[in-house]
T-cell receptor, first 112, second 113 residues
Framework: SQQGEEDPQALSIQEGENATMNCSYK?????LQWYRQNSGRGLVHLIL?????REKHSGRLRVTLDTSKKSSSLLITASRAADTASYFC????????????FGQGTELSVKP | DAMVIQNPRYQVTQFGKPVTLSCSQT?????MYWYQQKSSQAPKLLFH???????NEADTPDNFQSRRPNTSFCFLDIRSPGLGDAAMYLC????????????FGQGTRLTVV
């Protein structure tokens, strides 16, 4: 299976703290994407990072990519209760017709 | 404005009775995906289209079929639903062969009775 792994599987923090989630994948990628999913809802795209990029920012989100370690991390700074959701990384591999494969996800709980 | 629309949002079907889920997009994206997501699990890719090219995942059961009659529409057919097929089914689209972000519909929650 090409499905990547994420850790931790669950993370519980207080409002205002930072949350870090990690993702690993298996083979060379075209890009890696992070998504958020609120309970029972569709997925919302957060950030896309290409294989030739090392870091991207969007508001309170920071994503890093280490292709030598085949890993990525998502940092949410100054978390809010509204950030409570499941977070997934997803990878697009080269030469596979745009196939998008999701990692196992991290369930984040931010307590007020 | 909804860009990827899935119908219906909720579908109840009988065990063994064929069911079709639909997805439409207004984005003119060349890639369309179907995922199955069970409770507390990651979305699992069933198949995807790159333009008209159909790509089936090796572990997708034969019970699941798909059609893409044109760029805008894609259908998921479950020929003989079993209790294990109860799940959320998510449709998504992407442009440029997956080199850009994917847009997801709200999903169809399938119940098998």
């Amino acid at each position: 299976s090409q499905q990547g792994e994420e850790d931790p599987q669950a993370l519980s923090i207080q409002e205002g703290e930072n949350a870090t989630m990690n993702c690993s994948y298996k083979t060379s990628i075209n890009n890696l994407q992070w998504y958020r999913q609120n309970s029972g809802r569709g997925l919302v795209h957060l950030i896309l990072i290409r294989s030739n990029e090392r870091e991207k920012h969007s508001g309170r989100l920071r994503v890093t990519l280490d292709t030598s370690k085949k890993s990525s991390s998502l940092l949410i700074t100054a978390s809010r209760a509204a950030d409570t959701a499941s977070y997934f990384c997803a990878t697009v591999y080269y030469n596979q017709g745009g196939k998008l494969i999701f990692g196992q996800g991290t369930e984040l709980s931010v307590k007020p | 404005d909804a860009m990827v629309i899935q119908n219906p949002r909720y579908q109840v079907t009988q065990f063994g009775k064929p069911v079709t889920l639909s997805c439409s997009q207004t984005l003119n994206h060349n890639v369309m995906y179907w995922y199955q997501q069970k409770s507390s699990q990651a979305p699992k890719l069933l198949f995807h289209y790159y333009d008209k090219d159909f790509n089936n995942e090796a572990d997708t059961p034969d019970n699941f079929q798909s059609r893409r009659p044109n760029t805008s529409f894609c259908f998921l057919d479950i020929r003989s639903p079993g209790l294990g097929d109860a799940a959320m089914y998510l449709c998504a689209t992407s442009r440029d062969g997956g080199t850009a972000e994917a847009f997801f519909g709200q999903g169809t929650r399938l119940t098998v009775v």
